[in-house]
């Protein structure tokens, strides 16, 4: 037998390492309150006195409200890889009731687990296959429901159905690959190529697309591009790795590359509009966006991803600034720091 318990609220996932600035967010853009340790507190205490309460990386906010609106997505926070949206409790007697539970609701669930790791993989046994797995790069990401789930006891989850993430535990991880690229900053644009393709349905860069990356040095993001047979403008003061230098698709400019005109580029490129527009670089915020308006206002680019990189505090208006530009995306990657991607379909 198994009750389900309908709770208020939301309950947040935050990316591994990074909690702090998870509450950050929720204190400086939305205003939300007191956050305390389940242990602290003896168990599912949080369900008294209005508390935001941590589960391992799982924050339980029961007074956090969103918005729900077919046409809008709601605001939440970008540190959260994924947001249980209406959160319950599942109250059960076994293993397999568990799972029965959840299979009575949708297919797809993953788990998240801070304790309780082998009971946990017992019921995930016992539910639909989903690939936890690590990925090879390119992979697709399908836009089935995912739901997710954490035990608090032997005998109590915590679940939601309705998530804002398609990954299992919003989360996307690859293979990787520890000898040809020149740098770790490969899995970023492979994760955001990946997430891309998943928002706006644009296919991966090919053979003969013209793509400039701002910022290349070493060349993480021009390796990824070359691997999938795209032509390459890279431009950074310092060069690229010796193999990319040599690749005959790959043009390297030493310069300043925000200071370079759309026209200028595209003339380089021989193209009328850049097919991806990419940037890395280590610059203020602020700067990042009259770079973005620039090329957008030229019409010259049709698919945009730029790291927005953090220089201090968030300032939380310009990234809203961000977020208001049509037909875009901002979010955390997996393989990001302290910084945010926006991906913008031109």
């Not at 390459?232 to 230098?245: G, I, K, W």
């Amino acid at each position: 037998m198994h009750t389900i318990e309908k709770l208020s609220g939301v309950a947040f996932l935050a990316f591994p390492e990074m909690k702090n600035l998870l509450t950050s967010e929720l204190a400086s853009r939305f205003g939300y309150g007191k956050v305390v340790d389940a242990a602290t507190i003896g168990g599912k205490s949080f369900l008294h006195d209005g508390k935001a309460v941590w589960y391992g990386d799982l924050l339980y906010c029961p007074d956090f409200s969103v918005e729900l609106s077919e046409n809008e997505n709601p605001a939440l926070p970008y540190w959260a890889r994924s947001c249980m949206i209406s959160p319950f409790l599942v109250h059960f007697d076994s293993i397999a009731d568990a799972a029965n539970a959840l299979k009575e609701m949708q297919r797809n669930w993953a788990p998240y687990q801070y304790q309780l790791f082998r009971r946990a993989s017992l019921i995930q046994e016992k539910l639909p296959y989903i690939n936890l797995k690590t990925r090879t790069f390119p992979v697709k990401i399908p836009n089935s429901p995912m739901g997710m789930y954490t035990l608090l006891d032997e005998k109590t989850m915590l679940a939601s159905a309705l998530t804002n993430s398609t990954l299992p535990a919003g989360t996307i991880q690859f293979v990787e690959d520890h000898e040809n690229p020149p740098s770790r900053a490969y899995l970023k644009i492979q994760e955001s190529l990946t997430l891309y393709n998943s928002y706006f349905g644009v296919e991966l860069p090919k053979e003969g697309d013209k793509c400039f990356e701002a910022g290349a040095c070493p060349g993480g993001w021009t390796w990824v591009l070359r691997l999938l047979g795209a032509d390459v403008l890279a431009v950074d003061r310092a060069e690229l790795a010796p193999s990319l230098m040599a690749d005959e698709h790959v043009k390297f400019m030493a310069h300043d590359a925000f200071t370079l005109k759309p026209d200028e580029v595209c003339k380089i490129l021989n193209c009328e509009k850049l097919d991806w527009l990419l940037s890395d670089v280590i610059c203020y915020p602020e700067r990042l966006f009259e770079w973005i308006g620039m090329w957008r206002e030229s019409g010259r680019a049709k698919n945009i991803i730029c790291t927005i990189k953090m220089q201090g505090a968030i300032d939380w208006p310009l990234i809203d600034e961000f977020a208001k530009i049509q037909n875009s995306k901002i979010v955390h990657l997996n393989y990001n720091k302290h910084e945010l991607t926006i991906m913008i379909k031109n």
